[in-house]
C-alpha cells in the first residue's frame, strides 16, 4: 500500500505526519511540486509480461505524459531479487542526488521508496503497484529499492541518454530509516 511520510529533515526518527490515503498522498506531493497519480491497465498483464505488452497496457497514460511535459524516450526496468548486482543497484540509488530532467517513475508491480529532499523537510513515498510519481528535475532524492528488490517500473526521460545522476556528496540518506526498517 502506498504510503507518504513527511519528516524535517534533521529529524529522521519521528515523522511529522504518516498517510496512506491516495488523495492525500497526491495533494501533499503535489503541494511541493510532484505528481502522484494512481493508473490503471487498459488491458490485463502478468508478471511474466514483456516490456512491449506492458507499454501497450499502458500508451494511453504514456501518451498524455510525452504531449502534456515532452518526455521523449520511455523504457521499462526490471529488478528481482536474484539479480547478482542488485547490492550495487541498491546503493547507485541510496545515495542523495538530482537529475537535469524530471524523474518519472511508474510502478507496473512491486514497490519502492523514494525520498524527496524538499526546501527543510523529506518526502518519503512508499511506491507500489499501479503508482506514478514524477520528481521535479534538479530535486534532492535517493530511492530505496530494499535488500530483496522485486519491482517492474515505467521510465520516461527526456534526456535520450536515459538514467545520469549528479551526487550532492551529502550522507543525509544514511540518516533515514531504509526499506526494511
Ligand atoms: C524505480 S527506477 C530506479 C530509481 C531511479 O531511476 C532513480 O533515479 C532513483 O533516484
Ligand atoms: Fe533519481
Ligand atoms: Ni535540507
Redesign the pocket.
Known amino acids: 500500500m502506498s504510503e507518504l511520510r513527511v519528516y524535517q529533515d534533521d529529524k529522521p526518527e519521528q515523522p511529522l505526519t504518516v498517510t496512506c490515503d491516495a488523495a492525500e498522498i497526491s495533494q501533499q506531493l503535489a503541494d511541493v511540486g510532484v505528481r502522484f497519480e494512481r493508473w490503471q491497465a487498459a488491458q490485463p498483464i502478468s508478471a511474466e509480461s514483456q516490456a512491449d505488452e506492458i507499454l501497450a497496457a499502458y500508451a494511453a497514460e504514456i501518451q498524455r505524459l510525452k504531449d502534456e511535459q515532452g518526455y521523449v524516450t520511455v523504457d521499462t526496468?526490471s529488478l528481482a531479487s536474484d539479480h547478482p548486482a542488485k547490492d550495487e543497484l541498491r546503493q547507485k540509488?541510496l545515495s542523495e542526488?538530482t537529475?537535469s530532467e524530471d524523474?518519472v517513475?511508474f510502478?507496473v508491480r512491486g514497490e519502492?521508496i523514494?525520498y524527496l529532499h524538499i526546501a527543510d523537510k523529506v518526502y518519503r513515498a512508499l511506491c507500489c503497484k499501479d503508482d506514478l510519481i514524477s520528481?521535479p528535475a534538479n530535486t534532492t532524492?535517493?530511492?530505496d529499492?530494499g535488500p530483496e528488490p522485486d519491482?517492474t517500473?515505467i521510465?520516461l526521460f527526456n534526456n535520450p541518454e536515459g538514467?545520469v545522476?549528479n551526487y550532492s556528496g551529502s550522507a543525509i540518506a544514511d540518516q533515514f530509516p531504509k526499506f526494511e526498517d
Request: a positive charge; aromatic letters at 36%; zero cysteines.
Open positions: 526496468m540509488f542526488h537529475h524523474e517513475r510502478f519502492g523514494f520528481v532524492h535517493w530511492f529499492m519491482f517500473a521510465r538514467w545522476a
